[in-house]
């Protein structure tokens, strides 16, 4: 059984949170701590990082299409290419 490091309620694994403070400290907290501390519930939070995760490699698909189109069908094409990962990460970011 784990125990929340702030209010000290008992906590099964599965709801148990690891939460980073400002110095790198790692705290084992409750989902309410979490949101305390952090100003967001932890599905907000999961959600917003997963999001991160899914930008990310987006961009890291259009660059790789687009080193492919470069060298495949010439300049213009990895320029084309280029204006479309910048696309994809306007919109990407703007999702969120
Ligand atoms: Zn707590």
Redesign the pocket.
């Known amino acids: 059984m784990l125990k929340?490091e702030?209010?000290s309620?008992n906590l099964d694994e599965k709801e148990a949170l690891v939460h980073t403070d400002n110095e790198g400290n790692k705290h084992i907290?409750?989902p309410?701590?979490f949101k305390k501390a952090t100003g967001v519930d932890y599905q907000t939070f999961a959600y917003r990082k997963e999001n991160a995760k899914m930008t990310i490699i987006s961009v890291l698909f259009c660059l790789a299409a687009t080193i492919y189109a470069f060298i495949e069908n010439g300049m213009l094409y990895g320029c084309l290419g280029l204006v479309l990962t910048v696309l994809v990460y306007l919109f990407a970011s703007k999702a969120k």
């Open positions: 929340c702030d209010c309620r907290i409750c309410e701590c």
